[in-house]
């Protein structure tokens, strides 16, 4: 009776699996039927190259942010915070940040607000970036102004495993305006 059920069961798997492999035959054979003209087939090629397009372009925007001074400052600052760095652990790591929300990530003409992911060896969590413009005429060599500064104001982490807290490892302090040079 067991081995009976047994090439029972087998034989029932392999029909099952003859169906299967007919059904996709029949699927092709249909699908090769189709009239594919040239206006199907172009549409198609343009469609994979401009989605690919946007993704190269979206992933060169996002490292571009890492080159910008207030990150590279940031980055820095990390480096020398002791405190942080046993924290989180060295190396610290620093990935691209999500470009697509505008709400978290942006960058104004006189202020910048990123929140950017970073991974050391002990944890891992968000990097809040916040820096100002700052007004400095610099010339290079030909005589063309360069860009203006930037000087950090604020950088937060906030860890994965603790998402109620923010660990402050940069903050600017304010100057009175009695202290102000005119």
Known sequence: MCVFSLILEIGSKFFENIYIIYSKIIMIKFLLRLPLNRYVITASALGVVGSTICIITLKYSQYSVLRKPFCA????EI???????????EPVKIQPPDLVDKQR????????DFWLPFQGSKRNGLLHIEADRIEQKNQDNNGNDNDNGWQLKRIEMKLNDMPDKLLI??????ICSSMRKP
């Open 169 to 174: 490892v940069y903050k600017r302090k304010k």
């Open 73 to 76: 400052m940031a980055i820095e």
């Open 105 to 112: 990530n942006r960058v104004g003409q006189d202020q910048a």
């Open 79 to 89: 480096n020398r915070n002791e405190a942080a760095l046993r924290l989180v652990g």
